[in-house]
């Protein structure tokens, strides 16, 4: 079982940043990769960045350039430094847990609750 909780969320002004945590708990090896999704409303959860568990990273091409994802083990959390951030960012971000494999299917074991970006013009 692995928990993931989300934080750093928050209003920010267009070019503005905000730097999302997410801290996991429990069988942390497991955890093959870990990925950022969000989810505007009345719209389907997209995948923003994946990282896997050796270091390899994905991004979506409308956030490449701008998002960074990282790892800190020793922590046990992932972070998403969101740089330049536009109103079509705005969202609710989910941070997700493999220990299968799947999650280049999209599948992913484990899903924190989220936390609200918004993006003001």
């Known amino acids: 079982q692995v928990q993931l909780v989300e934080s750093g969320g928050g209003l920010v002004q267009a070019g503005g940043s905000l730097r999302l945590s997410c801290a996991a708990s429990?069988?942390?090896?497991?955890?093959?990769?870990m990925g950022w999704y969000r989810q505007a409303p009345g719209k389907q959860r997209d995948l923003v960045a994946v990282i896997t568990s050796g270091g390899g990273t994905n991004y979506a091409d409308s956030v490449k350039g701008r998002f960074t994802i990282s790892r800190d083990n020793a922590k046990n959390t992932m972070l998403l430094r969101m740089n330049s951030l536009k109103p079509e960012d705005t969202a609710v971000y989910y941070c997700?847990?493999?220990?299968?494999?799947?999650?280049?299917?999209?599948?992913?074991?484990?899903w924190g609750q989220g936390t609200q970006v918004t993006v003001s013009s």
């Open positions: 997700a847990a493999d220990h299968s494999g799947a999650w280049r299917l999209g599948r992913w074991d484990y």
């Open positions: 429990g069988s942390i090896p497991s955890i093959r990769a």
